[in-house]
């Protein structure tokens, strides 16, 4: 008896026609935009739990099992998804090898007599039998695996069309068609065909491209994770020393106070374990997010190896779209750890000990950040907005410039020029390649080079889809997600959503919410505050108000300016108690970030989460963790 422990041949990976749902053997696969496939019931049971659940955010739409990315539903549901027919490939083959090694009497499909047993397998067939000038190998050489069962020319059957072979590939339709379908379906000149086997060569080309521009991610998503094991351990360690020294430095302390000193031991103590588990949460929760993002990245560079290398033509015409899309948007992808000071925390002992303290020193949680410098002193006044390029280049907006004999309103990129065509700006956002967008009083979005030059100007659309707006009315927050989406929120409590080019996308009310400030996080979710209803509310693209942001604790909340760094959100605020707040995505309150601050506006982080700027009164303030 062959060992059960049997070698599958190495180009098919078992994982690719296992179901992460029910864990077993694909059945009737169907496939998600990101590539991920599962049963068929499987799938359609999720989706159902899912619409149960949440009914506003599933009803046409489905989450990811694997990497809980959302897609849109066709309208049929589950089974409108595309099949994924190369994992049937993959499962017929490797049940085929199973049987090999496991020395399974396998029945000649060209016989008429069931009792006879097959000896070879026709890869032109794909069936085990045997047609003239046909290649043919032995179930030895399948079993061994020297040569493989792979047939990149093996021929499709037109499921349209009975006994028609797909030979032809329509680039209108990105689909593979046969003969018949050239004149009835996809009929020239409204339908661009070429034959199958240019298509599967072009398309296998730049597959083979794609794949070598996301090759290395994997490697520096490993390092990221590596990073945050090594800032995780670090973390733990310094617990232990920090703990060790307290009771170090407690034993220093008079008799008479040894009951008060262990009172504050084990408040210190609570406090610390408090912190390292909420840090801990934090730091687990973004190294859970990398190997997400790795996971993704692994199944579509596992399966585009798979097509290119051993994939049919149809294979590779067929999965071309889905792949191609899916590797564009993961070679974008650029991973890095959390922040260094996530894995501090220290206890700092008194200088002076004596009979009447009641602490032996004080915890530092890293939480809290430091002034290192002030900048731009007395250039503007209460500048509203500022944003840092992918260069780290700050640009500030200031309400006037204080500079010269004239004043004058605008744009002020640091040490820069001024752009002259808008007249009262309040919202910035910075694109990727360096256009810079302003609104002003008036009701549109003007935008301008990196030297400051206006290029052009479009309207922001109000809630009647009209394209401009009243006298009374202006625009004021503006933000740029990551999919290079220009929002822009005005006076009547509307954001309008737009492409770079003006093309609207969408838009949703605030319910008479102001948006002054707008910041956007990785998951679309839009974060908008105003400082007249001392508001932060968190809102889906589809208009639905998802959180609201808590009040610090004893303070009134004059919310100003927004960031959002990894998984918190620095919120401003420039009255009562001016101060920069630190929050999670949800809108929990986790403490205070700085107080260093007099009339805080806008603020601008650094991508690596180390340095804060913060437009404060009539200068600008930076800030170290």
């Not at 500022?386 to 004058?408: A, E, S």
């Amino acid at each position: 008896m062959a060992d059960s422990k049997f070698k599958l041949d190495e180009t098919y990976n078992s994982d690719l026609v296992q179901c992460n749902i029910c864990v077993a053997v694909i059945d009737n696969p169907k496939a998600l935009p990101c590539l991920h496939t599962f049963c068929f019931k499987c799938l359609s049971s999720w989706s159902e739990s899912l619409a149960k659940k949440y009914p506003a955010k599933y009803t046409d739409a489905i989450s990811c099992p694997n990497c809980r990315e959302d897609f849109p539903l066709p309208k049929g549901g589950v089974k409108e998804l595309k099949t994924n027919f190369f994992v049937n490939k993959l499962k017929e083959r490797n049940e085929l090898q199973k049987k090999l090694h496991e020395d399974a009497k396998i029945p000649c499909t060209s016989c008429d007599d069931s009792d006879n047993q097959a000896v070879g397998r026709c890869v032109e067939c794909n069936s085990l039998r045997i047609l003239k000038h046909h290649h043919v190998l032995t179930l030895e050489e399948l079993r061994t695996g020297t040569l493989t069962m792979h047939n990149p020319a093996e021929q499709e059957m037109c499921p349209k069309h009975k006994g028609e072979v797909l030979r032809f590939y329509c680039e209108t339709c990105d689909e593979p068609m046969c003969r018949d379908c050239t004149v009835l379906d996809h009929p020239r000149p409204r339908h661009r065909q070429i034959d199958l086997t240019t298509a599967a060569g072009e398309r296998n080309g730049k597959l083979k491209e794609l794949f070598i521009q996301v090759e290395l991610i994997p490697k520096a998503i490993d390092i990221a994770m590596a990073e945050d094991d090594r800032t995780l351990k670090e973390l733990k360690a310094r617990e232990m020393i920090a703990s060790d020294l307290y009771k170090t430095t407690a034993k220093k302390a008079y008799l008479e106070f040894i009951q008060k000193m262990k009172q504050a031991e084990t408040e210190f103590t609570q406090q610390m374990q408090q912190l390292v588990a909420r840090k801990s949460k934090e730091i687990e929760a973004h190294r859970d997010g990398l190997q997400i993002q790795k996971s993704r990245l692994c199944t579509a560079m596992e399966m585009t190896q798979q097509i290119t290398h051993g994939g049919s033509e149809h294979d590779v015409a067929t999965m071309y779209s889905p792949l191609s899309n899916t590797m564009q948007q993961l070679s974008k992808l650029n991973p890095k750890p959390v922040r260094k000071s996530m894995g501090k925390v220290e206890f700092i002992p008194s200088m002076n000990l004596s009979y009447g303290m009641s602490s032996l020193g004080s915890l530092n949680t890293y939480e809290q950040w430091t002034l290192v410098k002030t900048i731009a002193s007395g250039q503007f006044r209460s500048g509203r907005y500022i944003v840092l390029d992918k260069n780290g280049q700050q640009y500030w907006r200031p309400d006037v410039y204080t500079g010269g004999q004239d004043p004058r309103r605008g744009l002020k990129a640091g040490g820069g020029q001024y752009p002259r065509n808008c007249s009262y700006p309040w919202g910035l956002a910075i694109a990727q390649n360096g256009d810079y967008f302003i609104t002003d009083e008036n009701p549109y979005v003007k935008i301008f080079n990196a030297q400051g030059n206006f290029k052009q100007r479009f309207a922001a659309q109000n809630p009647n889809g009209n394209w401009s707006y009243s006298e009374n009315s202006k625009l004021y927050g503006l933000a740029i997600d990551n999919k290079g989406r220009v929002y822009v929120g005005s006076s009547v409590g509307y954001i309008s959503i737009h492409y770079q080019n003006s093309k609207r996308v969408s838009g949703f009310s605030l319910n008479n919410l102001c948006p002054y400030f707008i910041a956007i996080t990785a998951d679309d979710h839009v974060i908008v505050s105003d400082y007249n209803k001392c508001a932060v509310h968190v809102y889906g693209t589809d208009g639905t108000q998802l959180y609201t942001f808590a009040t610090p604790p004893g303070s009134k909340f004059y919310p100003t300016g927004i960031c959002v760094i990894q998984d918190e959100v620095f919120v401003a605020s420039y009255i009562r108690v001016p101060a920069v707040y630190r929050y999670s995505l949800t809108g929990d309150y986790i403490g205070i970030l700085t107080k260093e601050v007099r009339s805080p506006w806008g603020m601008a982080i650094k991508d690596d989460g180390e340095e804060l700027l913060v437009c404060d009164d009539n200068s600008i303030k930076v800030f170290h963790p």
